[in-house]
């Protein structure tokens, strides 16, 4: 299986700041990779998709970029809204689906 | 609105088995491919499988082979997911997930809890 590695596991920001969230594959996965995020008790929610598409009703801020082994979600400008924890997940192959472990975006 | 409503939350022993349901609404139940993702405390996202609505067909990851079962019924636009051997380590939020193509879930449902304790 491709195993995916976030970084970091935490991140402390304030209120506007710009922050950005890495992914690794084990292997390349061109361009198959999606970004969620996370709220307590919640669903993911589905923020981008092919590792740069926003999904709709998505807020701009909010983009993604990569492709092949590494990937990276860009929050232009943190909202209170936005702290959450956010997975990516690889989705090259038909038959094994594999997420990050998460990343915690915390209020510095 | 796109809907995907799970089952309640379940309890059961060791080596038994659970049953979950995902009923979905608002969209084209049968072209899609019905995907399951468990979460177990504090871990990460797990992908279980997937179910084609439309054609039945399935996959599992090598890791739930032989324990895991999806069906679903297009009549009633419900997808299920059966896993039997139950043990501790099954203690998990199981969730539902619609895919359509080759993307990833766009839509997933709100989650059911199941506590596997003797």
């Known amino acids: 299986d491709i195993q995916m590695t976030q970084s970091p596991s935490t991140l402390s920001a304030s209120i506007g700041d710009r922050v950005t969230i890495t992914c690794r594959a084990s292997q390349s996965i061109t361009k198959w990779l999606a970004w969620y995020q996370q709220k307590p008790g919640k669903a993911p929610k589905l923020l981008i998709y092919d590792a740069s598409s926003l999904e709709s009703g998505v807020p701009s801020r909010f983009s993604g970029s990569g492709s092949g082994t590494e990937f990276t979600l860009t929050i232009s400008s943190l909202q209170p809204d936005d702290f959450a924890t956010y997975f990516c997940?690889?989705?090259?192959?038909?038959?094994?689906?594999?997420f990050g472990q998460g990343t915690k975006l915390e209020i510095k | 609105q796109v809907q995907l409503v799970q089952s309640g939350a379940e309890v059961r022993k060791p080596g038994a088995s659970v049953k979950l349901s995902c009923k979905a609404s608002?969209?084209?139940?049968?072209?899609?491919?019905m995907h399951w993702v468990r979460q177990a405390p504090g871990q990460r996202l797990e992908w279980m499988g997937w179910?084609?609505?439309?054609?039945?067909?399935?996959k599992y990851s090598q890791k739930f082979q032989g324990r895991v079962t999806m069906t679903r019924d297009t009549s009633a636009s419900t997808a299920y997911m059966e896993l039997s051997g139950l043990r501790s380590e099954d203690t998990a939020v199981y969730y539902c997930?619609?895919?359509?193509?080759?993307?990833?879930?766009?839509?997933w449902g709100q989650g059911s809890l199941v506590t596997v304790s003797s």
């Open positions: 179910i084609h609505a439309g054609t039945g067909n399935t």
């Open positions: 997930a619609r895919v359509f193509t080759k993307g990833p879930p766009d839509f």
């Open positions: 997940q690889q989705y090259n192959s038909y038959s094994s689906y594999t």
């Open positions: 608002g969209f084209s139940f049968s072209i899609y491919v």
